[in-house]
């Protein structure tokens, strides 16, 4: 009998050991549990990303932003504007808000409101949106954004001039009138041409003061 109540008693002790290591298991779980709550709720998901780009350039540039290497890709969608990437351009030369129009559209098919990136003229167009459509933005980017006109544009070159007075006269033909725009234009207006050259002769003179006064979201610029 003395060996039956040795063995009972070593068995409830056992019984108790596994009892409080498993209570303990289980309080170190709920540790655990509250402090990835605890987590998820100090870093709440990061809104959604529209990234626009500049002239002549396609969403492919974005891709090291969209997926940065070794990190989480991001929520974003970076998006062909008309006459950029592989979108065909407008039928008539567009200016920044009809360009801003068109995003709206896209973001009515989204869950917004959504934080824009845009780069260089997708600034503008960046402007342009959140100005017009403050509902669907959440907060801008805007890197080498030309926003304010600080002086009138200078007069083309007078070479430039004389060439383009010949050719209205009739007396240049078109070759040569193109290489003068592309010796004497920006780089930027040497690399489209067609209705995306009218874009750009259109959008490169605008101002956004206006804009800018009316935008109540965060901005974030880089230069």
Not at 29 to 42: I, V
Not at 176 to 182: I, T
Not at 197 to 213: I, K
Request: hydrophobic residues 45%.
């Amino acid at each position: 009998m003395a060996t039956q109540r040795t063995s009972f008693a070593k068995l409830q002790r056992d019984r108790d050991k596994q009892a409080k290591a498993a209570a303990k298991r289980e309080r170190r779980h709920n540790r655990d549990a509250d402090a990835a709550d605890t987590s998820e709720d100090a870093a709440p998901p990061v809104d959604p990303h529209v990234l626009l780009q500049q002239v002549e350039q396609a969403h492919r540039d974005f891709d090291a932003v969209l997926a940065p290497p070794g990190r989480p890709a991001l929520d974003a969608v970076a998006l062909d504007l008309p006459g950029f990437g592989a979108t065909p351009p407008p039928d008539v030369a567009w200016g920044s808000p009809a360009y801003a129009e068109a995003v709206a559209g896209v973001l009515g098919e989204m869950a917004t409101p959504v934080v824009v990136l845009g780069h260089s003229f997708g600034g503008r167009v960046a402007v342009q949106l959140a100005a017009a459509h403050p509902e669907v933005v959440r907060a801008l980017v805007l890197a080498s954004v030309p926003l304010l006109r600080a002086r009138p544009s200078a007069r083309p070159a007078r070479r430039f001039r004389l060439v383009r007075a010949l050719h209205r006269a009739g007396l240049v033909g078109e070759d040569r009138m193109e290489a003068a725009r592309r010796r004497f234009g920006s780089a930027d207006y040497a690399a489209v041409e067609g209705t995306m050259r009218a874009v750009f002769v259109q959008t490169v003179g605008e101002s956004y003061e206006q804009q800018l006064d009316g935008i109540g979201c965060p901005v974030t610029v880089v230069w």
